[in-house]
């Protein structure tokens, strides 16, 4: 590359990168902002990953604090995914079907309702309601219901996993708002929703669902894939650390 062509570049990475606002405060739809960020970077031949894509005031800590709890969803999550893979506890994998019927519901409604976000904002797509907000609330909502009537922990606790989780789901909310990326009746409206889905996946799970885990585990699939339900067990940590030392002792006693 030439000097040039090494200058038109660190150009154009600078456009892109550091004065991202100077496309957002445009008077133009979103989705041309969109297309225009979209067309730059394929002329530095990358692409923009719209999953992680965040545009935050560069100036301002604030501001990048709260571009990683806009973040929190994702890695929300992961987490949830790990714990499957590793736990394979039923139980996980009917919250996180919560939280994909969520979602559903979060795209059909903004198909239905088509309400523009924000100018400013660089995301293509409609934003009633919040995708953030009603993610985040619906897994609040369902938590806090599962800690009052399924967890064995204390109640110090619970109080302390409850106040973080709301403390988290009213920052993603407000991060959205500050960032431009949505207004405040799409979060709102998000949140709201958000608290009913998480009410009503719980109250399925109470009535139909939990029953049945017992009957889902003895299926063969599950029975392949190490399925498990937990849930009658007082203390899950304290039985497998028992369990595993059962076993240690075995291994030992076949080794003398």
């Not at 923009?48 to 100036?59: A, F």
């Not at 904002?121 to 619906?138: A, D, I, L, R, V």
């Amino acid at each position: 590359m030439d000097q040039e062509a090494r200058q038109a570049f660190l150009i154009c990475h600078r456009i892109l990168y550091l004065n991202m606002r100077t496309i957002s405060s445009l008077s133009i739809s979103s989705r041309l902002r969109f297309e225009i960020v979209l067309t730059m970077t394929q002329l530095l031949e990358k692409s923009v990953l719209s999953l992680t894509y965040v545009l935050y005031y560069h100036d301002s800590i604030w501001s990048r604090i709260l571009a990683y709890f806009t973040l929190m969803p994702i890695a929300l999550s992961v987490m949830l995914g790990t714990s499957i893979l590793l736990r394979r506890e039923l139980e996980s994998i009917f919250a996180v079907v919560g939280i994909l019927v969520n979602l559903v519901v979060n795209d059909i409604l903004k198909d239905i309702i088509q309400h523009p976000r924000p100018e400013g904002s660089g995301q293509p797509h409609y934003g009633m309601p919040s995708n953030h907000s009603q993610f985040s609330f619906q897994f609040s909502a369902y938590f806090t219901l599962w800690l009052l009537t399924r967890s064995r922990m204390s109640q110090m606790q619970k109080s302390m996993l409850v106040c973080v989780t709301w403390f988290s789901a009213f920052m993603i909310g407000y991060s959205r708002i500050h960032l431009g990326e949505h207004t405040e009746a799409q979060v709102w409206v998000g949140g709201i929703l958000g608290c009913i889905m998480g009410w009503l996946w719980h109250v399925f799970g109470q009535v139909v669902a939990r029953p049945y885990f017992g009957v889902i585990e003895d299926w063969p699939l599950a029975r392949f894939f190490y399925l498990r339900d937990s849930g009658p067990i007082d203390d899950v940590m304290r039985f497998e650390y028992e369990n595993h030392r059962k076993a240690r002792a075995a291994r030992l006693k076949l080794k003398n």
